[in-house]
C-alpha cells in the first residue's frame, strides 16, 4: 500500500514539475529580457545591455557594460528608432519619447555611463518609463552611447537668446553617437 502511495505521489510530482517546464517554455515566446550588442562605427562590438523586465512592476531593469571608450561621462539613452547605420547613428533618430516631453523627461533618457581611465563602464539602472514591448513597437529602438556628457536638460549660456537648437533638445547635447545596439520590431 505504502509503496502505491509514493509511487503515485512521485507520479504527481513529475506531472507537476512536466507542467511547469511547458508552461515555462510558453513564457521562453515571449521573453522578459533582451541583450543587445553595442558595436561602434567599424561594427566592432565594444560592450552590451542587458534589459530585464522586472515582475510583477513591468519595470525595466538596465545593465549595460562597455569598454575600448575614451574616459569620462558619456550620455547614454535609448532611441526611437531600431537602426544603427554607421559611422553617425543618425539612423535611430531622437530619444525615445512622447511628443510634448522634452530633454531630461525624455522616456528614453538613462543615467550617464562613467568610464573609466582603462577604457571600461559597468551601469546598473532600473526604470519605468518604457517596457520591452515599448522598445519592441514597429520600428523597433536603438541603445545609444554618446561621446560626450548629457547636459539633462540644463541649457548652456552660450544658448542666449535664441535658446538651443533641436539637437540639442533631442539628445542633450552629448555629441556624436559612438556606439549603438539595435532592438529589432517584437
Known amino acids: 500500500m505504502r509503496l502505491r502511495l509514493l509511487t503515485a505521489f512521485a507520479a504527481a510530482v513529475a506531472a507537476c514539475c512536466a507542467l511547469a517546464v511547458v508552461g515555462f517554455a510558453q513564457r521562453s515566446n515571449h521573453p522578459r529580457a533582451l541583450t543587445v550588442p553595442l558595436r561602434d562605427a567599424g561594427h566592432k562590438v565594444v560592450g552590451s545591455v542587458r534589459l530585464t523586465a522586472a515582475a510583477p512592476t513591468g519595470a525595466v531593469e538596465v545593465r ?14 535609448v532611441h526611437a528608432v531600431g537602426a544603427c547605420e554607421a559611422p553617425t ?14 530633454h531630461g523627461g525624455h522616456d528614453g533618457d538613462l543615467p550617464s555611463l562613467l568610464v573609466k581611465r ?26 545609444m552611447v554618446h561621446a560626450g556628457a548629457d547636459n539633462y536638460a540644463n541649457i548652456p549660456p552660450r544658448y542666449a537668446p535664441n535658446g538651443p537648437d533641436q539637437e540639442t533638445r533631442d539628445t542633450g547635447d552629448s555629441g556624436d553617437r559612438v556606439a549603438c545596439g539595435r532592438i529589432a520590431a517584437g
Not at 89 to 102: E, V, Y
Not at 123 to 136: C, E, G, M, N
Open 64 to 77: 549595460a557594460t562597455v569598454r575600448r571608450l575614451k574616459p569620462g561621462f558619456h550620455g547614454f539613452h
Open 89 to 102: 547613428f543618425k539612423s535611430a533618430m531622437g530619444h525615445l519619447k512622447h511628443a510634448t516631453q522634452a
Open 118 to 143: 582603462n577604457g571600461t563602464a559597468t551601469l546598473h539602472a532600473t526604470t519605468d518609463r518604457f517596457t520591452l514591448a515599448d522598445l519592441r513597437d514597429r520600428d523597433g529602438s536603438a541603445v
